[in-house]
């Protein structure tokens, strides 16, 4: 029987997914709602597999702790389970997660059998990646640079031009650039009758899993 670690913050899921596991031949060692508890967990005993959600609220976020799993448990499987369709778009977080994760997003599970075979692709991935090398997990991506999806990111947090050319040490004309560039790869069309950025941003809550002032 597997022995996984929960960390998921929204507690009707993180109690549904503890439940739903156990009847598939998985125990929840511990169920934590932050990176802090899971930590502390850690220290308790050995695991198979972390299963971690990407966004935990305040403090460190799911690629931090699945980098400190790899690091303490250099051959325990690590599934992240969110609704980023590219871990680059946390916000302020450009970090990728540890080779060897199973990268899973929500929208995609259509059963808890489906979740369970990422756990199993996790561990076997984990195994063959002997202790952290082994090629980077598999997202459903965007096909931007790092620079864009942080500017991405700020477009959606509603900065205008001159502020996000401030917060990225640019100048406004390099915004205007990047904003145009991103445009183009996401296949957002130069149309006067919608505004640019508005599109980017629905774009990016696409991306997310999530609306304005929620998080997936």
């Given at each position: 029987?597997?022995?996984?670690?929960?960390?998921?913050?929204?507690?009707?899921?993180?109690?549904?997914?503890?439940?739903?596991?156990?009847?598939?031949?998985?125990?929840?060692?511990?169920?934590?709602?932050?990176?802090?508890?899971?930590?502390?967990?850690?220290?308790?005993?050995?695991?198979?597999?972390?299963?971690?959600?990407?966004?935990?609220?305040?403090?460190?976020?799911?690629?931090?702790?699945?980098?400190?799993?790899?690091?303490?448990?250099?051959?325990?499987?690590?599934?992240?389970?969110?609704?980023?369709?590219?871990?680059?778009?946390?916000?302020?977080?450009?970090?990728?997660?540890?080779?060897?994760?199973?990268?899973?997003?929500?929208?995609?599970?259509?059963?808890?059998?489906?979740?369970?075979?990422?756990?199993?692709?996790?561990?076997?991935?984990?195994?063959?990646?002997?202790?952290?090398?082994?090629?980077?997990?598999?997202?459903?991506?965007?096909?931007?640079?790092?620079?864009?999806?942080?500017?991405?990111?700020?477009?959606?947090?509603?900065?205008?031009?001159?502020?996000?050319?401030?917060?990225?040490?640019?100048?406004?004309?390099?915004?205007?650039?990047?904003?145009?560039?991103?445009?183009?790869?996401?296949?957002?069309?130069?149309?006067?009758?919608?505004?640019?950025?508005?599109?980017?941003t629905r774009e990016y809550y696409r991306l997310t899993g999530g609306e304005p002032g929620k998080r997936a």
């Open positions: 029987m597997l022995k996984v670690l929960l960390v998921e913050d929204n507690a009707l899921l993180r109690a549904s997914l503890a439940d739903a596991l156990a009847g598939h031949d998985v125990q929840v060692v511990a169920a934590c709602a932050t990176a802090s508890e899971a930590v502390e967990e850690l220290r308790h005993g050995a695991l198979d597999v972390l299963l971690t959600d990407l966004d935990l609220g305040e403090g460190p976020d799911g690629i931090t702790l699945a980098h400190v799993v790899r690091r303490l448990h250099p051959t325990a499987g690590i599934v992240v389970l969110t609704g980023y369709r590219d871990p680059r778009l946390v916000a302020g977080k450009l970090v990728q997660v540890p080779p060897g994760t199973e990268y899973v997003v929500k929208e995609s599970v259509t059963s808890i059998g489906s979740l369970r075979l990422a756990i199993d692709r996790a561990v076997m991935r984990a195994g063959r990646a002997g202790g952290g090398t082994g090629r980077r997990p598999d997202t459903a991506g965007v096909d931007l640079t790092d620079s864009q999806v942080e500017t991405m990111r700020l477009v959606a947090e509603g900065l205008s031009n001159a502020e996000i050319a401030e917060r990225r040490c640019v100048t406004v004309g390099a915004v205007e650039v990047a904003i145009s560039r991103i445009a183009r790869s996401l296949g957002i069309q130069h149309d006067r009758a919608h505004n640019q950025r508005v599109l980017i």
